[in-house]
């Protein structure tokens, strides 16, 4: 104490380090790497929802700000107490929402990304990290087909937090496309200026992310005009043409439309193919909404849905959805680069700088994307693809859509549920129809009379929903489909099998009958 910190410094230790001696090192490595392949080991042990309350969670956690350490005992205490406390993504028959488990190989390099800590700015600032993102990237686009065999084999793009901010950079570049070919000086106008609404179509089943993007840019969320989707979920072409039509004879400025390949209720696929067509026709940008379900490209069985996707003028991806990637990993893929470097420079003039100076050594994503500092995603996606290798990873996805055509499967033969979505890729909805209501239904004799069965179908289904998911054996979450509450399975995990969605369909059983009793 006392002495100067240069001379600290200078005799090669300082007070302040925060540095560990190798003794101390190996021991925290074991202690977390242990926690790790214990819960790696055990996915059941712990019930898909804690029995907890938010009072019991704050009581545990809700601790002064620890003046001085408490050592690594104490630490590796209350990290168990996150564990047990947690909604268990891992778990097999957890159903909720987009939930994945991370592959073991995907969280061991994650650890190795934090402990170098790249900054992924630029090739400069991670000549390594940056390739690997690039390749990363590349490979992504293989898998889902959107580059390979002579398509797109100059797409480019970059790795995001996740498919929200895909979408939202999507966005921008779409509209910055279309300012510029407008003529707008756009270091003047910016997104605001005074002219006509620009507009974007996508269907009623888009996700929220997309009306979230177009407010965020200024747009309004008013401008996303939601088109009816057929009974299988999917956009209607004619009636998308006749609203870009009417748009343009009001004097609006049509720009995009956003196709949804696996939308979040169901899971259902636009016909990209067709939408690519209509979009070229009238030089509208083609964005794919691919978060759910664009990696269900690489299922051989699921492969024709998604014929069209390299069409695309962009595509978002979501590996912590179906890559099975720890979160976050989103990806944004470009069908040309250039366009999101033009949409980042500005101007015309920017375009052709930034292409011309794409050299690999002058790579920058901030030339691509809003962030500047960026964390090493791409590594935990290039190890799990390395180690398991495509065709491997490929084969979980394909079982994955397998147990959703098997759980409607199971669904449409019994007497007490019924099918509400075609089960396109990974995702079951159904409901719970005892056999009275189903009596009612079958004898309604007009429209009113089966909306009054179905609300109170709606409300009882509601109810089973919320005791499965405090039941803590499986975990299910809804949907509204066509004003309809549907029971929503979602599959993208490895370690799901046939019994599990057995014993799900009899806990939803269970739940209801309880329910019925009560
Ligand atoms: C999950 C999802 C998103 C949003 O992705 P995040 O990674 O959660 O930000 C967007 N679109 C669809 C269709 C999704 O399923």
Redesign the pocket.
Known sequence: MGKPMSEEMHEGARASTLDLPRAELEELAQVFCRMAVDYFAAAEALPVFPDTSAEKVAELFRTPLPEEGTGLETLARACAEVVRASRQNGHPRMFGY?ASPATPVGAFASLLASALNSNVTSWRSAPAPTEVERTVVGWLAELIGFKGGGVNESCGGLLT?????A?LNALFVAHRRHARAGGRDLSRAGLWDAGAPATLYASDQV?L?IPKAADILGLGREQVRGVPSDESFRIDLRLLRERVEADERAGLRPFCVVA?A???STGAVDPLRELASFARGRGLWLHV?G???ALAACAPSKRALFDGLAEADSV?L?P??WLYTPL?A?CLLFRDLAEAGAAYAGTEEGYIKVFERATDEAFAFWDYGAELSRPFRALKVWAALSYYGARRVAAAIEDDCALAAYMAGRVAASEDFELLAPPTLGICCFRYVPAEPRRELEAAADEEERRLVNSRLDRLNERVMLRVQRGGRAYVSNASLRGRFALRASITNFRTTRRDIDLTLEVVRRAARDLENE
């Open positions: 987009v937090s996740g498919g929200s901010m979408n996700h992310s949804s696996g939308t979040v909404d978060a759910y379900g978002s979501d912590h959805k976050g989103g």
